[in-house]
């Protein structure tokens, strides 16, 4: 499977960014969806994520109520919009997709997008 992650770049604090994740290689509606991010010095951390067929989402506490996750099925992908951007969310940006089978774990990352926010 194949994850392709883009919309990153420099942002203004208060401001928008939208990241999308295509998706190929892989049956992407049987999969949940996820962004984490790594900041640098920092460990990789669960940004969202949402389940295979959409509904209900789960967001990290420094991200709830500014971040909305979202997908696509029928396009293969997932999107981040991050509203109300900190200089605190400035990170690498990684899409992942996860499914279990009953020979274990299907895990699959992107190569991550930088978003930085600064004045």
């Known amino acids: 499977g194949l994850l392709v992650e883009s919309g990153g770049g420099l942002v203004q604090p208060g401001g928008s960014l939208r990241l999308s994740c295509a998706a190929s290689?892989?049956?992407?509606?049987?999969?949940?969806m996820s962004w984490y991010r790594q900041a640098p010095g920092k460990e990789r951390e669960s940004v969202a994520r949402?389940?295979?067929?959409?509904?209900?989402?789960n967001y990290a506490d420094s991200v709830k109520g500014r971040f909305t996750i979202s997908r696509d099925n029928a396009k293969n992908t997932v999107y981040l919009q991050m509203n109300s951007l900190k200089p605190e969310d400035t990170a690498v940006y990684y899409c992942?997709?996860?499914?279990?089978?009953?020979?274990?774990?299907?895990?699959?990352w992107g190569q991550g997008t930088q978003v930085t926010v600064s004045s």
């Open positions: 290689g892989f049956t992407f509606s049987s999969y949940v």
């Open positions: 949402i389940p295979s067929a959409g509904g209900s989402t």
């Open positions: 992942n997709a996860q499914t279990w089978r009953s020979t274990g774990l299907i895990d699959y």
